[in-house]
């Protein structure tokens, strides 16, 4: 676990299942922690060092599908700004994010967004990281390219 925090002008990407998933829009449940997590995972993807958005997201797609049991076919990756989210969040909640790397050996650009409080205030968090999400791609790639 290297921790190095990611800086504000980089970039976060976030695999929200179909159920938080609203027509093309991600929907403020896809960024609550479950019980037991100590942080939102996410992914960083400046580190993934691609030439890009297009080959980044491929790149996660392919993280995704070896990682996950099942990458379903209405899930969506949500693309945010660092930076944007920590000063929505901060401005209204007065809550610090932290945006760590925390990398795995299957997915060394696995991340975690920290310092989210488990109690009612996640509600709210939820949907401020949800306004800030600025792209909106398929967690699976069509067949048509």
Known sequence: MTH???PDHN???RYCGGKHVEGERVGPTAFHLREGEQSLSVNWIEILSKQ???????ELRSV???????????AKIAVMNVGVVRASVFAKCSIGLAFLHDPLPEDPSHSGIYEI?????????????????????????????
């Open 117 to 145: 409080p488990p109690d009612g205030e996640m509600e709210v968090i939820g949907e401020l990281i949800a306004e800030t999400v600025n792209e909106v791609y398929p967690a699976v790639q069509s067949e048509a390219r």
């Open 52 to 58: 890009s958005r297009e080959e980044e997201i491929d």
């Open 64 to 74: 995704y599908a070896k990682k996950l049991k099942r990458v379903g076919s209405t």
């Open 11 to 13: 970039h976060v990407a």
């Open 4 to 6: 190095a925090t990611i």
